[in-house]
């Protein structure tokens, strides 16, 4: 499906007080757009898609596959499938995040661990 859109026109969803995402999706594939504020952690996790993390603005830390990461403006980190990873905002942070499917936790809103609460059943 062919879409054309602004971010401008995307709805801002905040998760908790330091993290909002936008998000847009095709049919296979999704982009979000992730706000961080200094500080802000996204706890471990892992999931099935595979991720390309694009820092347009600050810094995050990783810590994946036994290492601690810091990813830069400018900076791309790709992340298997299934391969668990923590995040850490070194300075307030604007990524770009590309997932391949789309992540069904996010649209159904199932996401818990950004949330601060436990997941909906």
Not at 38 to 59: D, R
Not at 74 to 98: R, Y
Request: overall charge negative; glycine content about 6%.
């Amino acid at each position: 499906m062919l879409k054309h859109t602004a971010w401008k026109d995307v709805e801002l969803e905040q998760l908790n007080p330091l993290l909002d995402r936008q998000m847009i999706t095709g049919d296979k594939i999704m982009l979000a757009r992730v706000l961080l504020k200094k500080g802000c952690v996204v706890p471990e996790h892992s999931h099935e898609n595979e991720q390309v993390t694009y820092i347009l603005e600050g810094a995050l830390k990783f810590w994946i596959d036994g290492k601690e990461i810091v990813v830069h403006e400018g900076e791309v980190l790709c992340i298997p499938p299934n391969m668990p990873h923590k995040a850490e905002a070194m300075a307030d942070t604007v990524d770009l995040d590309v997932f391949v499917p789309p992540r069904q936790d996010w649209l159904n809103k199932t996401d818990g661990y950004l949330r601060g609460r436990a997941a909906k059943k």
